[in-house]
């Protein structure tokens, strides 16, 4: 922007209004992050400036003023404990805005104003970098950048319609410049901007421990886990079980893991035989280190995605999943665990005491199978179909023995009532069994240009057990899925109807739906997604071998050179002089052919004087050079719009015709 002073005379009610508009618009997104007392302030301020100026009101004395900036900074203070960090800063941003309102006085003061809410668009990119915000974002800028060209506008301002089709053209030149700077700029790994997450305030997702009721709430929550792209066949929903935390301590009440479960460096000896699944998943921002993966993932593959595989199998990052995460893993479903230590056997049949009913009835449970381990299963999970057990997001409070009161009083819950019931059984019958947490099914989008990736929401949480088989290893078993089959087959709106949305499984919303979805992941994949991996493979695939900062930079320089040549190219042609019209072009040709045998026309002569004195000078020239003349001077300025087809083409022959030898004193001829 320019650096010239602007008057204080050219502040008006409608620069002002101008401004408070954009500013509201770049505000609203920080009103969720804002305390309230905040954006409150903001209204009253703004409201008040508007009406001052309208009625001539005096502005705050410098005193005023001065308190009520100590008075807010302080207000931040208090809040946030600090001014420092993404949610007290934007604060103190948005306050200190609020109160330039309070000493605005000249339009330069507006610009200052301006460039705050430049700022404030910019912040609410720390908090989130959906789409939505991206819609929100660039009407803001628009609307902002309008405001600027009016504040700087020297006379009345420009109608709103010219004023946005000037700001929208500036912006499309703009956009080039943009596109060079995001795709050649080096990229950092890490968070965005290399800044964490203002906080943990949102976050969802499994915890690592299991108390009765604890997943219900994730069940009912339909926001996004991870979404999943697979190389090749996506494997069938009931073979989709998405590991997570594996909890292998009950202390009566609360499944957690055990104290050297979460340890790197001991994975179990797993034979990775059979089919391999390769995909690409990319997490969302939740509680905790889990990423999530189908059974059994490669180690090798783990290792390159910066995390570590444990005793447990299950994959923990080396950091706090607080940002959005896409890794690429690869799974051998039919994988085997040939050995358990003594250690983790023990661990896996400790039972706290309690219980009795439980104890009893697995017992009766092994006299039944003869000591067959598998059978002893089996006859568990034959239990928990033929009696009347139900599945049910409200199964009631349980308190004392817990595994008893559901087992034979209750018998209603949902799967960590059964996945933790059934593994209590079975450590009861000496089998060793442990807790499984983590995701099953998701949703396969459809869509068919932005689809073919598999959605996994919260609601897909889910818990199961495993057992040590002798011969067979560690086995899967869901009693869940004994109780209430179409929660594995279907998911969990088939099994329970009450959590399905009415119209939310129409066909045309389901397909928006799912739509918005697939954008959403082209979103998080292409744009959000683009770090220095992609930028690498994108540079490769130009031609540029190895590519690395140093040649990054030298390829933006030169990118920005052409983009610089091109606006230049551009404006300086359609700066040009508009081109003369047919007839005036013609006449000029007229007027060289008789400047090159001294008859030069002069800037003020009008055309019939200029024909007066070629006559004068040049009478063989006279009637040719009249005809020209009149043709010129009526296509020119006679609204004979029906005739100038004719005419003009009259004018080019006569023209065309024309020539002028040199005079020889007395005669010239064409």
């Avoid at 305390?35 to 009625?55: F, G, K, M």
């Avoid at 932005?450 to 290893?473: F, I, K, N, P």
């Avoid at 770090?531 to 933006?556: C, T």
Wanted: with cysteine; net charge positive; proline share 6%.
């Amino acid at each position: 922007m320019s650096s010239q002073r602007l008057s204080a005379n050219t502040l008006t009610a409608q620069h002002l209004g101008w401004v408070l508009m954009a500013s509201a618009l770049a505000f609203v997104p920080h009103i969720t992050h804002l305390p309230p007392w905040v954006s409150a302030l903001a209204a009253l301020v703004s409201v008040w400036r508007y009406i001052a100026h309208l009625r001539g009101w005096g502005l705050p004395p410098v005193l005023l003023r001065s308190v009520l900036v100590a008075v807010s900074f302080t207000g931040v203070l208090v809040q946030y404990q600090t001014v420092n960090g993404i949610e007290a800063g934007s604060a103190l941003l948005c306050v200190m805005a609020v109160m330039k309102l309070t000493e605005t006085r000249t339009a330069r003061d507006l610009v200052v104003l301006i460039y705050i809410a430049y700022f404030l668009i910019a912040a609410q990119f720390l908090y989130e970098q959906t789409v939505w915000m991206l819609i929100w974002a660039v009407p803001s800028i628009w609307l902002l950048s309008a405001t600027l060209l009016q504040v700087n506008h020297h006379g009345r301002l420009l109608a709103i319609k010219p004023a946005l089709a000037l700001s929208g053209r500036m912006l499309l030149h703009a956009l080039p410049l943009m596109l060079a700077l995001f795709l050649l700029f080096p990229r950092m790994q890490g968070s965005f901007w290399a800044i964490e997450a203002p906080s943990k305030r949102g976050l969802t997702g499994l915890s690592d421990k299991l108390e009765l009721g604890s997943i219900s709430e994730l069940i009912q929550s339909n926001e996004v886990a991870f979404r999943v792209r697979f190389e090749g066949e996506v494997p069938d929903r009931p073979q989709r079980y998405w590991r997570g935390p594996v909890l292998d301590h009950f202390d009566g009440r609360t499944w957690t893991p055990g104290a050297t479960a979460q340890s790197p460096g001991e994975t179990p000896d797993v034979v990775l035989d059979g089919p391999r699944v390769t995909y690409e998943l990319t997490l969302e921002p939740q509680i905790g280190r889990y990423l999530f993966a189908l059974e059994a993932p490669d180690p090798l593959a783990v290792m390159s995605v910066d995390a570590m595989l444990t005793q447990d199998y299950q994959i923990l990052a080396r950091r706090d999943l607080t940002d959005r995460t896409r890794v690429r893993l690869i799974s051998y479903p039919e994988a085997k665990v040939r050995h358990i230590t003594r250690a983790l056997r023990q661990r896996t049949l400790d039972l706290p005491q309690g219980n009795p009913r439980a104890r009893e009835l697995a017992a009766q449970l092994v006299t039944d199978a003869g000591g067959r381990a598998s059978q002893v299963v089996a006859s568990a999970l034959e239990l928990f179909r033929e009696q009347p057990f139900y599945y049910t997001l409200r199964p009631g409070e349980l308190r004392g023995n817990r595994i008893d009161q559901f087992l034979f009083d209750t018998r209603r819950g949902f799967c960590e009532h059964y996945a933790s019931s059934f593994t209590f059984l079975m450590r009861a019958a000496g089998i060793p069994a442990r807790v499984v947490t983590g995701y099953q099914g998701g949703e396969l989008n459809t869509s068919v240009l932005v689809g073919g990736h598999l959605t996994v929401r919260q609601s897909d949480a889910h818990a199961w057990a495993e057992v040590w088989l002798r011969g067979r290893g560690w086995v899967r078993v869901d009693p869940t899925g004994y109780v209430a089959p179409e929660r594995i087959d279907s998911g969990i709106g088939e099994a329970l109807p009450e959590l399905q949305s009415g119209f939310g499984n129409l066909p045309l919303l389901a397909g928006l739906r799912q739509t918005w979805d697939g954008v959403n992941h082209a979103w998080n994949d292409w744009v959000l997604g683009y770090g220095p991996s992609r930028q690498n493979s994108l540079m490769e695939h130009l031609g540029v071998k190895e590519p690395d900062a140093y040649k990054l930079v030298g390829l933006l320089a030169i990118a920005l050179g052409v983009i610089g040549a091109a606006l230049y190219l551009v404006l300086e042609w359609r700066g040009r002089p508009p081109r003369p019209a047919p007839e005036s072009r013609l006449y000029e040709r007229f007027c060289r052919r008789l400047a090159r045998r001294d008859l030069a026309r002069a800037p003020e002569e009008a055309p019939r004087d200029f024909v007066r004195r070629v006559a004068e000078q040049r009478p063989d020239l006279a009637q040719r050079a009249q005809v020209i003349t009149e043709l010129y001077l009526a296509l020119r300025y006679l609204p004979d719009g029906g005739q100038t087809k004719h005419a003009l083409a009259d004018l080019r022959r006569h023209v065309r015709e024309f020539r002028v030898r040199q005079s020889s004193q007395a005669t010239g001829s064409a």
